[in-house]
């Protein structure tokens, strides 16, 4: 072996332990986009979760299979993410095709703080960001085991904080036709996000 690569090779090796001391492990630099990549390569199947949507009309999540659906994340009364995060569905509506909605792809808001959030005030949060009900519903699942196994399989982390409301994460998330979780993006970029939807559908 040449001594330039000898150096090369030590150079690299440097680099990586530099680059792995800085990243804890590599875990800060990769865990979220390991994690989107394992859904992007290897689909999730969504659990059953029976939800109630603004109208107090109950439905199974399997009854969508057969339609793409946008998934997010919310509690009524976020005063922050949750707003960004339905201005941001409200994007990804508008900038899809009005004759695919509901016949093809759905939207759903999933509140996790059921006990408060009652249909009513889901219905709050419909009308704010014009959520129709028919082809965006915002719902919340009764069952605490069921919504804990959602929001497992969809990696959403929720704590409660100080002030009775919760800090969390918030992605948009791509359920395909098979009921698999297929991919989740940045709710910064929603024009990408339907652009995605609209490819697929």
Same mark, same amino acid.
């Given at each position: 072996m040449?001594?330039?690569?000898?150096?090369?090779?030590?150079?690299?090796?440097?680099?990586?332990?530099?680059?792995?001391?800085g990243t804890d492990g590599f875990n800060a630099f990769t865990d979220e986009g390991a994690r989107r990549y394992a859904i992007?390569?290897?689909?999730?199947?969504v659990p059953a979760a029976l939800l109630q949507d603004q109208d107090g009309r109950r439905f199974d999540l399997q009854e969508l299979r057969g339609r793409l659906v946008a998934v997010e994340f919310i509690y009524v009364n976020c005063p922050t993410v949750c707003m960004s995060l339905g201005q941001s569905f409200? @994007? +990804?509506?508008?900038?899809?095709?009005p004759e695919? *909605?509901? $016949?093809?792809?759905?939207l759903l808001s999933i509140s996790f703080d059921p006990e408060r959030d009652t249909p009513a005030r889901l219905g709050d949060y419909g009308k704010r960001h014009h959520a129709d009900g028919?082809?965006?519903?915002?719902? @919340? +699942?009764?069952?605490?085991?069921?919504?804990?196994? *959602?929001? $497992?399989t969809f990696g959403i982390v929720v704590i409660?904080?100080?002030?009775?409301?919760f800090e969390h994460n918030a992605a948009l998330h791509l359920v395909d036709r098979e009921g698999r979780l297929a991919r989740i993006e940045d709710f910064d @970029?929603?024009?990408?996000?339907?652009?995605?939807?609209?490819?697929?559908?």
């Open positions: 040449t001594r330039s690569l000898l150096s090369a090779l030590a150079i690299t090796i440097l680099g990586i332990g530099t680059l792995a001391r992007h390569t290897n689909p999730r199947p409200q @994007r +990804v509506r508008n900038a899809l095709p695919r *909605l509901g $016949r093809d792809v759905m028919e082809h965006w519903r915002v719902v @919340r +699942v009764e069952d605490r085991d069921e919504l804990e196994a *959602l929001l $497992r409660p904080d100080r002030f009775g409301g @970029r929603p024009l990408e996000f339907a652009a995605r939807l609209e490819s697929w559908l």
